[in-house]
Every structure is written in C-alpha cells, then in structure tokens.
T-cell receptor
C-alpha cells in the first residue's frame, strides 16, 4: 500500500488545450475526492465519488471540468479548453468506506501558458 | 456555506517553544476537525483529527476542540525547525471536507 498516486505530477500546457489527470486511491478506499489549490489558499473542493458514483460536484466547477471513476478504482479529471486561471495544484484524496479521514496524493501541478 | 477561518500568519516561534494555531468554523453540524501540515510545494499531510470536545494528544501535538465556541486549535510543543510549514484546519460534514486558508509557521533555530 503506497498511498494515493497521482499522474502526471507536473503538466505545462498551452491555453485552449485539454489536459487529463489520473488518481489511483489507496486500494481499500472507496471514497475519492478531487480538490484544487492555488497559492496561498486552502484546498478547494471540486467533486466526490463513492465507488463509481459521482455524488457531489462543486458549483464552482465549470462545464469544462469533468471527472470519472468508471470502475470504482482509479479516477480521471479532465479540463477542456484550459485557461490561465486553471493553473493550480490538483489534489486527489481518498478515504475508507466508514472513515471520515482523507489522505492526499502528492498532487498534480498544472501550468497554463 | 461551510467555512473555516484561520489567521494566515506568519507565526514565528523560537525553537523549543510552544506554537499555538487556531481556527474557527461556521457550521455547527460539522462532525470532525482535522489538522494538516503542508510544506511548500507539497501536498497536505494529516497530523491529527478530533471529534470530541476537549483535548487530544499525539506526541508533541495537541488538538483542542470547543464546539460551543466553534473553535479548534493545535498546539505544537518543543517546536522544531522541521515544523516550519503551513498548517491547514479542516472540518467535515456531509461527506465533504472544507479547508481554511492555512497558517504559516516558522520555527526559528
């Protein structure tokens, strides 16, 4: 058990391009969260899965953002038509079925130029 | 709107002193509270959580929760330079975790 894994760790993309991040949660964790964090701010909730079901999505999440967890294991977060304001660290976290503690991956840094 | 308020700092303490970090929260329905440590450029790392009124100790760390005052704190005893980081306070309710903006702590050797 190596913890929550995220890939890629760093991504530089041109404005208007699409990017996709992958998250592999801790193996026995069925809950998976995506957060976004910018400099000087705390993590901001984006969306939450329990198994393969996306149960909650932030109102701040524009239509350019989509997340999936097709088999209840790994998850992907896609950002379409990236904008400079999307530059941030995208954090994935997971928790046990009965747990209320989340553990973060190392994050995926996105820079939109 | 669930919110956690933290003093952004920076907070500076000498090595060996006690560092005191505080946060207040808005949602009385919140069930648990967490302290995460985040080094610059890294992801948050869980230090400890608390869900009952009172104190909870873990090594050099003590978390305190006062639900009546909607107040959570973290005490770090015998502060070390390696404790220099941003400390995030988080609340949990309805399967959602919500974070403060963090307090920057510097421990001066």
């Amino acid at each position: 058990d190596t913890g929550v894994s995220q890939d890629p760790r760093h991504k530089i993309t041109k404005r208007g391009q699409n990017v996709t991040f992958r998250c592999d949660p801790i193996s026995e964790h069925n809950r998976l969260y995506w957060y976004r964090q910018t400099l000087g701010q705390g993590p901001e909730f984006l969306t939450y899965f329990q198994n393969e079901a996306q149960l909650e999505k932030s109102r701040l999440l524009s239509d350019r953002f989509s997340a999936e967890r097709p088999k209840g294991s790994f998850s992907t977060l896609e950002i379409q038509r990236t904008e400079q304001g999307d530059s941030a660290m995208y954090l994935c976290a997971s928790s046990r079925p009965s747990g209320n503690t989340i553990y973060f991956g190392e994050g995926s840094w996105l820079t939109v130029v | 709107q669930k919110e956690v308020e933290q003093n952004s700092g920076p907070l500076s303490v000498p090595e060996g002193a006690i560092a005191s970090l505080n946060c207040t929260y808005s949602d009385r329905g919140s069930q648990s509270f967490f302290w995460y440590r985040q080094y610059s450029g890294k992801s948050p790392e869980l230090i400890m959580f608390i869900y009952s009124n009172g104190d909870k100790e873990d090594g050099r760390f003590t978390a305190q929760l006062n639900k009546a005052s909607q107040y959570v704190s973290l005490l770090i005893r015998d502060s070390q330079p390696s404790d220099s980081a941003t400390y995030l306070c988080a609340g949990y309710t309805g399967n959602q975790f919500y974070f403060g903006t963090g307090t920057s702590l510097t421990v001066i050797p």
